[in-house]
């Protein structure tokens, strides 16, 4: 007789006191105003992803990985394509994971998810395997998620397996060299994508708008973005995900320091900028509904105050800044919030300088511990 597959559920966190829901000054622009820059949030102890590892420092996919793991707990198995969370978590005997972990090739995280996932039920339902059902979960970097592993993803969620499939994003192709992938944003520099006269911007086309397709393309799955940002948010789409069942796809900005050439300590800062900037709408896709719920973040400020901190984009001329601008601005009025005129003015080129001239906001570096 078959046995029934029970799931487990991973309650949220409170999300009280997250910079969402801190008001902001009517009218202002930019500036610290509802950040709440000291939230620490309440972390699960455990940690299934252990120091040890060899990422760089900085490292906003490690940070990922960290987080959800502490989301999911124990009783997980993961999958990891190659990439850099591949190559620089396991050398011979060796991962920092405490839970079973598995690496797949590049293109085939999807169907890999897929089979442990199956394979999970079958075992429960003949009695081989004790159950809960595990959470089973693939990190895949935007090389492998949306490009060469796209489809294999795509498939997993169309036949909604239940599996949550993540894509760590630090828009380039890290581990070979920081090589350009479709994520990588307008005039991001990469070793593929060099500017000089010709070229002055370098890449030229838009970042591929890869949760927005798997949200429009799979109705039935739960979809959401997040940031190394904002890890309360981080944990609970994971656990959301897991929670949901079928499968769940999630969309995470994480910085690479190496690629983008930043400090290394202000990765969770550039987290929080890159949406304050609009260049990274934060948003969940309910299935159920069939609708999507928005993160209007307190703070608006112009995409100088993120490009700024990068060396990736240093070589930007007033015009890629004006066309930067123009695209958050769209993003703003996609996601429902009115662009305040400072950063209305800001896709006129003739407001700007070349980027490693313009004024900008300037990060607190908080160090450890503050
Ligand atoms: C089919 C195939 N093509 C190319 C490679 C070489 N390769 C190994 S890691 C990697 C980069 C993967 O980029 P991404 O998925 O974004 O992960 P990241 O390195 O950025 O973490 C590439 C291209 C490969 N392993 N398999
Ligand atoms: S190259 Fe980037 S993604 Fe790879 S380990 Fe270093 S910081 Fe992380
Ligand atoms: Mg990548």
């Not at 890999?112 to 059902?133: D, N």
């Not at 479709?182 to 030229?204: I, M, R, V």
């Not at 050439?261 to 948003?283: A, D, I, K």
Request: hydrophobic content about 35%; charged content about 20%.
């Amino acid at each position: 007789m078959a046995i029934e597959v029970t799931r487990q559920y991973l309650p949220p966190l409170d999300e009280e006191g997250r910079a969402a829901a801190q008001v902001k000054r009517e009218g202002e622009v930019g500036g610290e105003t509802g950040r709440d820059r000291h939230y620490l949030p309440d972390m699960p102890d455990e940690d299934p992803y252990q120091a040890g590892h060899r990422t760089c420092a900085g490292c906003g996919p490690a940070i990922e990985y960290r987080w959800v793991l502490k989301a999911a707990g124990q009783d997980t198995v993961v999958a990891g394509p190659t990439g850099c969370m591949y190559v620089a978590n396991s050398t011979y005997l060796c991962t920092p994971y405490t839970v079973p972990w598995a690496h797949t090739p590049i293109a085939s995280g999807g169907s890999f998810t897929s089979g442990m996932a199956a394979g999970y039920e079958a075992m429960i339902r003949k009695g081989r395997h004790p159950g809960p059902y595990p959470n089973i979960i693939v990190m895949a970097g935007d090389g492998s998620a949306a490009d060469i592993g796209l489809g294999s993803i795509s498939g997993a969620l169309y036949r909604n397996h239940d599996a949550l499939f993540i894509c760590y994003d630090n828009e380039c192709y890290a581990n070979t060299g920081i090589q350009v992938s479709p994520t990588t944003p307008y005039a991001g520099l990469t070793t593929f994508t060099p500017f000089g006269k010709a070229n002055p911007a370098g890449k030229q086309l838009p970042p591929k708008n890869l949760a927005r397709m798997m949200a429009e393309g799979h109705p039935h799955c739960y979809v959401a973005t997040t940031t190394v940002g904002y890890p309360v948010d981080l944990i609970n789409k994971t656990r959301k995900g897991l929670n949901h069942q079928g499968a769940a796809f999630m969309h995470c900005f994480t910085p690479c320091q190496k690629g983008w050439v930043y400090q290394t300590s202000m990765t969770v800062e550039l987290g929080r900028r890159v949406v304050e900037s609009g260049l990274f709408p934060v948003w969940e896709y309910d299935p159920a509904e069939r609708k999507y719920h928005y993160f209007h973040p307190p703070v608006q400020r112009p995409v100088t105050d993120y490009l700024a901190m990068q060396g990736r984009f240093g070589h930007m001329l007033p015009e890629h800044v004006a066309a930067t601008q123009r695209a958050a601005n769209l993003n703003w009025q996609d996601i429902g919030m009115d662009v305040p005129a400072e950063l209305r003015e800001g896709e006129d080129p003739a407001r700007h300088a070349k980027l490693k001239e313009e004024s900008y906001s300037m990060p607190l570096n908080r160090g450890v511990g503050a």
